[in-house]
């Protein structure tokens, strides 16, 4: 029997697969595929667009500043670290030994060292730095999404604000949500209350893997284009019976999200844009064969095939250890930077810069690495570093932002800002801005009351 849900799912607005298979287009298609329909945004304050696309890299657990963008080599070994600083290729700007690779590109790159969330906990600091709002209340470990931290994530908004046609979705998840240590999903990555639509689209998957593959863009094995082109008269014959009888309420935007859907898989655009095996052995290596860097390979290749946004995930898998999963760093800290969290992560952010640099698409495409908060000023027992809120760091290149510089300073432990506080919102509101989206941009809550996508300053000092 045909049938269409009318009721929104969560990855899918108005038409569950199942009905999606009934009507005809059967595969394992879109999360999201309603980003043309957009009735919760206002008028949108359009300012000079210096970036066309962004990709958020996210050290998903808590980067700690000393041994990334912040050093402090006079301070106690206690506080610094095992690792010293490293020159970079500009005079003055020292970073982290661990990062060779991406020292020598810091031309490109702006550093922020007094981002502060003044919030401890995973959940509530990360939705803080996904949203610019704060968590109500601040230090609520193992948080959920739902009012009141419904606020959509940044790229749930640029979903909202996107105007005109595209194949893909505006705003790209991969390869997985992030969750907290009783696996609930963390607050601030969604849409919250724009709705489902406005849901930035999550590719789960492993893109190191040998078997990689993401079935949403292709049709299954057993379905050609022409038997697919059959389906598709079908279902437009049943849409002509439907309409007539005008028996099923929403049918324009179910016919939207079907054409849009066939659309996807007919084309060889989509298909390309997540197959990585077009890419060289040599590139492949350079950006590291871990989760991290693959995926960071997947987020360039959808950029270059239209994608807006994409947030990558640090990924978070079966082997980590439980007292010191991804960048949680909480024991044998100075052991894990060293071997399986800085150097995959120089080698992909560097050759991610490096390849949109050599393409002439580093100046449209903003760059932000971010976590969602710092270590503790000191090592304990352990070995390792506690959650620190209070002052960390982030890096911003290319898209409007003038490389070669530091915005702001911590105090000589690298645990209180000294100057230069930077808040999320201040964050945001510098994304937007760079994006051509003016801070006063308004999206409407549930009740229709107009809101700013950001409260922040745009951070004009770092823009070139």
């Known amino acids: ?113 007094a981002v502060a969330t003044n919030d401890n906990a995973h959940s509530s600091s990360g939705y803080q730095i996904l949203t610019g709002v704060p968590h109500a209340p ?61 849901d930035p689209w999550l590719l789960r998957c492993e893109p190191n893997s040998p078997n990689f593959d993401i079935p949403h863009f292709r049709l299954a094995a057993d379905l050609s284009i022409d038997r697919l082109g059959t389906r598709r008269t079908l279902v437009d014959q049943l849409e002509g019976r439907l309409r007539e009888g005008d028996r099923v309420r929403g049918w324009d935007r179910y016919g939207m999200q079907r054409d849009q859907a066939l659309e996807i898989l007919s084309s060889p655009l989509s298909r390309q844009a997540c197959d990585l095996r077009l890419e060289t052995d040599d ?52 052991e894990r930077l060293r071997t399986v969290l800085v150097p995959p992560f120089d080698a992909a952010f560097s050759s991610l810069m490096t390849d949109l640099k050599q393409a002439g698409r580093l100046d449209e495409t903003l760059v932000l690495v971010l976590s969602e908060f710092g270590r503790s000023p000191r090592l304990d027992g352990n070995g390792g570093r506690g959650h620190w809120g209070h002052v960390f760091s982030v890096a911003m290149a290319g898209g409007g932002i003038r490389g070669g510089q530091v915005l ?25 801005h760079c994006l051509g989206y003016a801070p006063e941009t308004e999206i409407h809550d549930p009740l229709g009351r107009p809101l700013p996508i950001s409260r922040g300053r745009v951070l004009q000092e770092i823009l070139a």
Not at 37 to 47: F, I
Not at 175 to 186: A, E, K, L, M
Request: hydrophobic residues 40%; neutral net charge.
């Open 138 to 198: 601040l230090n609520v470990e193992n948080a959920n999404p739902g009012a009141p931290n419904n606020w959509p994530s940044f790229g749930a908004v640029l979903q909202e604000l996107h105007r005109g046609p595209s194949l893909l979705p505006p705003a790209v998840r991969l390869p997985h949500h992030i969750f907290n240590t009783d696996n609930s999903v963390w607050p601030g990555q969604d849409s919250g209350f724009l709705g489902g639509r406005a």
């Open 283 to 334: 590139t492949r290596d350079r950006y590291g064969h871990s989760q991290f860097g693959q995926s960071c390979l997947l987020a360039r290749r959808l950029v270059e095939a239209g994608v807006e946004f994409v947030h990558v995930n640090w990924f978070r898998g079966p082997d980590e250890p439980s007292n010191a999963p991804c960048w949680d760093s909480h024991a044998i800290e100075t």
């Open 1 to 113: 029997m045909f049938s269409i849900d009318d009721r929104s799912p969560r990855l899918c607005d108005g038409m569950t697969r199942r009905a999606m298979i009934r009507a005809g287009a059967a595969s394992t298609v879109l999360g999201s595929v309603g980003w043309h329909r957009r009735a919760s945004a206002g008028p949108v304050v359009r300012r000079e667009q210096r970036a066309k696309s962004c990709i958020v890299l996210f050290l998903m657990g808590g980067a700690p500043q000393h041994s990334l963008f912040d050093p402090k080599p006079l301070a106690p070994r206690e506080v610094r670290g095992e690792y010293g600083p490293m020159a970079t290729a500009v005079p003055g700007i020292e970073i982290s030994e661990l990062l060779p690779r991406t020292a020598a590109m810091m031309n490109d790159v702006a550093l922020l060292r």
């Open 408 to 432: 702001g300073s911590s105090d000589a432990q690298a645990a209180w800002p000294a100057s230069g506080l930077v808040t999320p919102a201040d964050l945001t509101a510098t994304i937007f």
